[in-house]
């Protein structure tokens, strides 16, 4: 059974650019979330899909969106980024929305 | 609103010692806890939830709705249970988002 896992591991930007951030649910999930984790803070809530639909949205501006595709892996996209964007995003997938969410490694994103 | 507050940062603990992590949530209605743990290097994991009622390494938990508390406990801390412990509260009805305390890193030391 294979893991969450996400790409890239890290990156840098710089402010104004846009960027997307992927994730891949574990084998037999169908419900992907996507935190983001600012250094020294625990993880914030930013959107879920479940099933292709966006599921719930946490208090993120609309330059924050994502997708989820058919075989239930999912994009961030983040346009005009600033620099409290820095942070880490973390992905996690769920068999349901009710489910236990495991979670990714995580995207280390810094915003110059 | 549902809010998660883990007051302590940092807790450190001699090998052998009783651990207590505390967590206190606000939340109109039942909500389900959780306590996640992250070791060094590693991705953040469940650890226990409050509706299974187990003891997962050692830990339990117990949800005290009359004091909006669900501290994690385990009565003689390991070397091993060296890392960041975060509490977090799921509603209902909220999109199964999971709201996150700021974590407490547990040091266990000889």
């Known amino acids: 059974e294979t893991g969450v896992t996400q790409s890239p591991t890290h990156l840098i930007k710089t402010r104004g650019q846009q960027v997307t951030l992927r994730c891949s649910s574990q084998?037999?999930?169908?419900?992907v979330s996507w935190y983001q984790q600012a250094l020294g803070q625990g993880p914030q809530f930013i959107f879920q899909?479940?099933?292709?639909?966006?599921?719930g949205r946490g208090n993120f501006p609309p330059r924050f969106s994502g997708l989820q595709f058919p075989n239930y892996s999912s994009e961030l996209n983040v346009n005009a980024l600033e620099l409290d964007d820095s942070a880490l995003y973390l992905c996690?997938?769920?068999?349901?929305?009710?489910?236990?969410?495991?979670f990714g490694p995580g995207t280390r994103l810094l915003v110059l | 609103a549902q809010r998660v507050t883990q007051p302590e940062k940092l807790l450190s603990v001699f090998k052998g010692a009783p651990v207590e992590l505390k967590c206190n949530y606000s939340?109109?209605?039942?909500?389900?806890l959780f306590w996640y743990v992250q070791y060094s290097r590693q991705r953040l994991q469940l650890l226990l939830r409050h509706i299974s009622r187990e003891s997962i390494k050692g830990f339990t938990a117990d949800l005290n709705k009359g004091e909006t508390s669900f501290h994690l406990k385990k009565p003689f801390a390991q070397e091993e249970d060296s890392a960041m412990y975060y509490c977090a509260l799921r509603g209902v009805g909220t999109a199964s988002k999971l709201t996150f305390g700021t974590g407490t890193r547990l040091q266990v030391t000889l």
């Open positions: 899909y479940y099933r292709e639909e966006e599921n």
């Open positions: 084998s037999g999930h169908n419900t």
């Open positions: 939340y109109s209605g039942s909500p389900e």
């Open positions: 996690a997938s769920s068999s349901g929305g009710w489910e236990t969410q495991y």
